[in-house]
Nanobody, 127 residues
Framework: QLQLVESGGGLVQPGGSLRLSCVASGFSVSDYTIGWFRQAPGKEREGMLCITKTGRSPSVADSVQGRFTISRDSAKNTVYLQMDSLKSEDTAVYYC????????????????????WGQGTQVTVSS
């Protein structure tokens, strides 16, 4: 059974950092495109960034550019989201998702490209 489980969310002060983990089971993260999404109250789900089968991140949303970084540890079958310089507007439920890529060198932040989703983890940025 293909499954994604996010963890690492919590309460952090503005300017702080968090690292989210997305642990996969039933498949290898190296064989899929993995994306990170978030959804704040009253807003649509936002795709932030993704990692390709080749380990690159070509599509980073302006809202997180320079602050969020995606990485992968294939040995642990885990994808990470490093979040730095957090702002109150980053408060949301964060999801990881997986999709089977047609291209190994590209990925997108469109949720239509993803077939499998984690349960989400809450990130709250507040003083």
């Amino acid at each position: 059974q293909l499954q994604l489980v996010e963890s690492g969310g919590g309460l952090v002060q503005p300017g702080g950092s968090l690292r989210l983990s997305c642990v996969a089971s039933g498949f290898s993260v190296s064989d899929y495109t993995i994306g990170w999404f978030r959804q704040a109250p009253g807003k649509e789900r936002e795709g932030m960034l993704c990692i390709t089968k080749t380990g690159r991140s070509p599509s980073v949303a302006d809202s997180v550019q320079g602050r969020f970084t995606i990485s992968r540890d294939s040995a642990k079958n885990t994808v990470y989201l490093q979040m730095d310089s957090l702002k109150s507007e980053d408060t949301a439920v964060y999801y990881c998702a997986a999709g089977r890529p047609l291209l190994v060198w590209h990925c997108s932040n469109s949720r239509e490209e993803y077939n499998y989703w984690g349960q989400g983890t809450q990130v709250t940025v507040s003083s």
